[in-house]
């Protein structure tokens, strides 16, 4: 590995006004003669001449300038180390491996009791599910399943928003891509093979887009679905 200087900006610009300096001095001291008029003569003699002043101004001056020069330009003086022969090829960065996203947030037990409690509340629901259907007819259970859905559709449409997994109606055909998500789209039937697969929706399915639960007052119990309810006579 060899080393190159270079000079910095500021050295050629002190070398230019040093010398311009030095050379407008000679020509000055040429043209204006401010020591009179110098005529050589024998070299004894020009400690009495104005000859003097001048010599002792072209030796003295460029002695100056050059002691100026040793001064100012090693400090404006840079050494670049300087690569010879061939340079070794980089190593081939590997390909990092895409980031794993981080896993959805699961919702915590408190909201899943919360929410039906609100369905408990509003339609009924957990008493209904509970309740033994069979020595009631189909009428008896129909007209009890109505409150119930208006109550519990009330409670989606206040506290959930959703909206289908799927834009497609029941029944019309589409085509599964080989990246579907195993968890957004269940395949049934004939199950073969690699994607994409063509089928027919069975149902669109439903993806929950926002979820607003009230907050608990402070000091409620969270596993509460439904309060006892106690009459006093």
Known sequence: MAARARFHPVA????ILLSGGMAGGNYWLFTATPFGLCTLGPVGDWSQSPCLPYLSAFVGVPLVVGLLLLIILPALVTVEPTETGTKAPAAPLEPRPPATPPPPTRPAADAAVQLLALLQREGRLVDFLREDLQP???AQIGAAVRSIHQGCRQVLADHITLEPVLAQREGE???????????AIRLTGNVSGDPPFRGTVRHPGWRATHVRLPTQPSGQDPEIVAPAEVEIP
Do not use: K, M
């Not at 050629?12 to 070398?15: C, D, H, K, Q, T």
């Not at 055909?173 to 968890?183: K, Q, Y």
């Open 173 to 183: 055909e589409i085509t599964i891509p080989r990246d579907f998500d195993p968890s």
């Open 136 to 138: 009631y007819d189909d």
């Open 12 to 15: 050629f610009l002190a070398i």
